[in-house]
Structure formats: C-alpha cells, structure tokens
C-alpha cells in the first residue's frame, strides 16, 4: 500500500512538472509568434515607405497570398501598386480592401483617390459620397477638393482646399494643387499667391515654383520670382518663362529669356536652344 503510495505521488509530480513544460512551451511559442509580428510589422513599414516600389508590390503580393484573409497585406499590396504607378491594379487593390468586412472609412478614401488615378471622376466621387461627413481628414478633403475642381464647382473646391490646408502640417502639395485650380481659372494673381505659399512651405517643390512663372507670366511679368533655386532650376524657369512669353505674343523677350537659360544652364540645354532656333527660324521665314 506504502509502496503504491509512492508511486501515485510520483506519477502526480511528474505530471505537474509535465504541465509545466508545456505551459513554458506555450508561452515561448507565444512570446516568438509576438516577435515575429513585431518584426513583421517593422518590415511591412520599410517596404511601404522606403523600398522600391515594384519589390514593395512583389513582397505584399506573396504575403497576401499566404494569408489572403489579412486586409493590412491587402492595404500594403494596394497602397505599394499606388507608389508604383500602376493605377489599374491599384484600383482593383483597394477595391478589394474595401469589400473586406474589416474595412474602413479611410480605406474608402484611398479607393476614391485610386479612382481619380485612374481618370474615373464619377466613381470617386459615389466613393466620396460614402464616407460619413463627421470622417474629416486630410486625404478626404483634398480629394474632395479635386472633384469638385473637375466638376468646374470652384467654390466647392476653394472651401475644401481651404479645410485640408488647415488639417496638415506639410501644405506645400495642396496649395499647389490649388494654385493650379486657380490658374485655370485665369484668376493669376490668386494663383501667384498660392504657388508662393507652397515654395514658402517646401523650397525643394520645383513643381510650385514652375507654376508661379507660369503665373507671373501670364500676367506678363518676366521677371523671376525671389525663391530658392539651383543654377539648373533657374534654366529651366527661365525657358518657362519665354515659353510663356511667346504664348502672349512677346517673341522678342522670349529670345532673350531663351538665350538667358542656355547661358545659364551648367550642361547644354537642349530644349532651350531648340525653341530658340524655332523662333528665330520662325521669324526669318
């Protein structure tokens, strides 16, 4: 009896310590499942901001295909498409983040911004149409504002670019997109002011600062603007400048403008010296 006593007790303990390993076990396999995600996430990070575009898509791709059910590997496969420039895959990307039942109202945002990639104005528009009012972000306005710009509603489009510029730390890109709106509405000094704004809140944004030559121009004042410019940048606004210049007419400072940028362009600048020949063809003939 003393003896299968024993052995009970013995039986017992070695299942308590049996129940501990695998205990210990499992919170091992936990703690490196968490890892794993950890690392994970920090990888799916890089490819989304820093990678190459076409290898961000091919590693979201294979991701996605392992474990179809994960809308955040269908997020990095639409948004790495986007950054790729690959608008029609894009569109059927986010369209299918948007039918995933976990889904949500910014995802419906960038379904409408791959919309408007794509050229479909309609479709961003039903897809903005979707997205509760009391979802106020950024993105949401700025797209807004471009549909509406389409729509030619301008003051539709002045309040929501108004609005996102209000809700961002970094507006240079969207007052450029309003400057632009603006300009094509021939309303050149508004759009002066605004293209003025963007180079003020990015420097490095040559866009905006060949916008407001387009601008001035149009006004027909010749002169550059006052903003940061490299030798090659300022060749190059000087050629938008005479291009401008011949759009209202002035052949004469055009010339001039066109001889200034191939004298002041560091390596031959082909473009120039060909609009200068056209010209100056042009007017022998």
Excluded at 37 to 65: C, G, H, I, K, Q
Excluded at 76 to 81: D, E, K, R, V, Y
Aim: hydrophobic residues 40%; contains cysteine; glycine residues 4%.
């Amino acid at each position: 009896m003393r003896q299968t006593l024993v052995i009970a007790t013995a039986f017992a303990a070695a299942l308590v310590v049996s129940g501990c390993q695998k205990s210990g076990d499992a919170e091992v396999a936990r703690a490196l499942r968490d890892v794993n995600v950890v690392d994970e996430t920090n990888l799916n990070d890089v490819m989304l901001s820093v990678a190459d575009p076409d290898e961000a898509v091919s590693y979201f791709a294979r991701a996605s295909a392992n474990d179809p059910s994960r809308i955040d590997l269908m997020r990095g496969l639409a948004a790495s498409l986007t950054r790729a420039s690959r608008a029609t895959e894009a569109l059927v990307a986010w369209k299918d983040v948007v039918a995933h039942p976990e889904a949500t109202n910014d995802d419906r945002v960038d379904l409408a911004g791959a919309y408007i990639r794509a050229n479909d104005w309609e479709n961003a528009q039903a897809t903005l149409n979707s997205v509760p009012p009391t979802h106020e972000t950024f993105e949401r306005y700025r797209l807004e504002a471009m549909v509406a710009d389409s729509n030619s509603d301008w003051k539709r489009a002045d309040t929501f670019y108004e609005t996102a510029v209000g809700l961002t730390t970094k507006p240079a890109g969207v007052l450029n997109n309003w400057g632009f709106s603006k300009l094509t509405r021939g309303a050149y000094v508004e759009a002066e002011r605004l293209f003025g704004d963007a180079v003020r809140q990015d420097s490095s944004l040559f866009t905006a600062k060949n916008n407001l030559v387009l601008a001035r121009g149009a006004q027909r004042n010749y002169d550059l603007p006052v903003v940061p410019m490299s030798q090659t940048e300022r060749a190059q606004l000087l050629h938008t400048l005479a291009l401008t210049a011949v759009k209202q007419g002035d052949v004469t400072t055009a010339k001039g403008l066109l001889r200034e940028a191939i004298d002041t362009h560091p390596q031959h600048f082909e473009a120039a010296a060909r609009s200068l020949r056209a010209l100056e063809d042009n007017v022998s003939n």
